[in-house]
């Protein structure tokens, strides 16, 4: 409809122009806005009412009867109130599509998507950085396949390197004993993360010892130590299936996995092919004089011959590339590193432009506790895992005493859990920082997952209600759809899922659903949705609900936020 009144004011004006049509932020004040009197106005020095007032009675010529009617507003606005026949049309349209609703066939369609997201590291806890991340990753591949693009979900994950060594060095300082084939790996993980912190606070403690930790490193890469290879086996492995586990509760499948063991043979050809030409020998090391540039100088294959994160990067490029030509490649990490992809992009500019011309990337801010910001090295970290199950024995206690089998409580608190950290992770501007209330995440009171999660359920019950009672849904019927606010927003929903990926802002669709919901609410207390005495106006308001639940539920799964059928 956007497009369509977009057109009907160009044709009126009989030229092209540059202007905007939105929804006005009163809903009384119609259902779309433009400025293009405000804007021309000036240009053809006339007075903005007065050029609006005229360019409405050439719309008004040639108006189709999906819009009612045309009005000038405040300092020369022009807007446009959708008629009965719209909102009718626009129900019949979201029950005709379920689950479908809210597609786009647009400017993405077709496109080859690579989204990497995630990454988190073997041999060190999934912290909260990788939940954020993964959250924050899987909402935009969700956007993009809703933009009707194919994508590819990578996650990129560093089994050898530095920390893998400190790990290992770090297990000597260990009180606790190696863990036992037959305890979790929730212990086997826990205690791999503890021998890296304890690792890194000890090399802190005796810088003199670094050679030790090099001298491990090596026969990581190598495999030349068959002690060194059944630890490094054993954690990699446990690691793995872990991520696994955390990926499974979040609702995320990888189509693929790249390891720096992978990209670190890559990487070190890549950047000794492109030496002295690229890259520079300093010391024994090789580097990139990001300083030519603007940026930062980095290293990027140590003295010891061994690649850094930066080299290994430059093969990881390579990499997932040729696995998958795509169109638009994206990294998704936290803004911690925002210099370090500055660096890369430009030097990987240089030796492979199609592929930096074709990648991004995209950082979060940091997920913080009133404590302030939490860091593996320390120890003093509450890791993603250890969050999520926090968050779901809470909810657990929420829904304890409800009339459900113990497996459905178990299955809900964990839908409403990850539901709770989801919302309060996309709710902002993926560049803020998270400051994070539990107690405000778990509240079914209002901006909040649950609270999304709760009106969904709440509408499906409505549904499952009138279904006992033999009441049928008419989208035929009408019952004043273009005087109610739910209705004049449930049709906005495509709009919302073109405008968030463009823009790379899930926010928006939790906005929108926000919004969707408080109006779903509204017209759940003014209405009397069962009527037996009325049945047409009870299957109308009936088609009205089962609209919201459809897009409610589209909308939480856009988001990867669960959608539970009962609460």
């Not at 499948?253 to 890259?279: L, R, W």
């Not at 304890?400 to 539901?419: M, T, W």
């Amino acid at each position: 409809m956007k497009e369509i009144i977009k057109q009907l004011v160009i044709d009126s004006l009989k030229e092209e122009a540059s202007f905007v049509v939105e929804h006005p932020a009163d809903i009384s004040k119609g259902d779309y806005s433009t400025n293009v009197a405000l804007v021309l106005a000036k240009k053809l020095k006339q007075n903005p009412v007065d050029f609006a007032q005229s360019l409405v009675v050439e719309i008004q010529k040639t108006l189709p009867d999906t819009i009612s009617k045309v009005e000038v507003a405040g300092p020369g606005f022009i807007n446009f109130f959708l008629s009965e026949k719209f909102f009718v049309e626009s129900i019949k349209e979201i029950l005709n599509n379920k689950n479908e609703f809210g597609k786009v066939d647009g400017e993405f369609t077709g496109k080859k998507l690579a989204i990497e997201y995630t990454d988190p590291n073997p041999f060190k806890q999934f912290h909260i950085g990788h939940l954020m991340t993964n959250i924050i990753g899987e909402a935009l591949a969700r956007l993009a396949e809703w933009n009707s693009a194919e994508v590819k979900r990578f996650c990129y994950q560093g089994d050898v390197g530095r920390h893998v060594a400190l790990t290992i060095w770090g297990l000597r300082f260990m009180e606790t004993p190696f863990p036992e084939e037959t305890d979790s790996l929730s212990e086997k993980v826990k205690f791999l993360g503890t021998a890296y912190a304890l690792g890194s606070k000890k090399i802190a403690e005796t810088p003199e010892k670094e050679s030790e930790v090099q001298t491990i490193n090596k026969k990581v890469y190598d495999r030349s130590d068959a002690e060194v290879n059944e630890v490094y086996d054993k954690g990699r492995e446990w690691s793995l299936e872990h991520f696994e586990e955390i990926y499974k509760i979040l609702g995320t499948k990888f189509d693929q996995y790249f390891f720096e063991s992978m990209s670190a043979p890559v990487g070190v050809e890549i950047v000794k092919e492109n030496t002295p030409k690229i890259f520079q020998e300093s010391d024994g090391a090789i580097i990139f004089k990001g300083e030519e540039y603007g940026l930062h100088t980095r290293v990027f294959i140590t003295k010891e011959g061994l690649p850094t994160y930066e080299g290994k990067e430059l093969g990881l490029a390579k990499l997932k590339y040729q696995s998958y030509p795509f169109d638009k490649g994206i990294v998704i990490t936290a803004n911690e590193q925002n210099d370090y992809f500055t660096v890369i992009l430009k030097a990987l500019s240089l030796i492979y432009p199609e592929i930096a011309s074709k990648s991004s990337h995209i950082s979060h801010g940091m997920f913080r506790t009133p404590e302030g910001k939490m860091s593996s090295r320390t120890g003093k970290v509450i890791t993603g895992e250890s969050l999520l199950q926090d968050m779901i024995e809470t909810s657990f206690e929420k829904v304890k005493d409800r009339p459900l089998e113990d497996s459905e409580k178990k299955k809900i608190s964990e839908q409403v859990a990850v539901g709770a950290i989801k919302y309060s992770i996309l709710k902002q501007s993926i560049g803020k920082d998270i400051v994070f209330d539990k107690e405000k995440a778990l509240s079914f009171e209002g901006d909040s997952g649950p609270y999304l999660q709760y009106a969904h359920t709440r509408a499906i019950s409505v549904l499952r209600k009138a279904k006992e009672e033999g009441i049928d849904i008419d989208v035929e019927a009408k019952s004043g759809n273009s005087e109610n606010s739910l209705s004049k927003i449930l049709y906005r929903f495509p709009e919302i899922i073109e405008e968030a990926f463009v823009l790379k802002a899930p926010q928006l669709v939790v906005t929108y659903l926000t919004e969707l919901a408080s109006a779903f609410n509204g017209y759940y207390a003014n209405n009397v949705i069962i009527d037996k005495a009325n049945p047409q106006e009870s299957s109308a308001r009936l088609a009205v609900v089962a609209c919201f639940a459809t897009v409610m539920k589209n909308g939480l799964t856009v988001l990867g936020i669960p959608v539970p059928e009962k609460m």
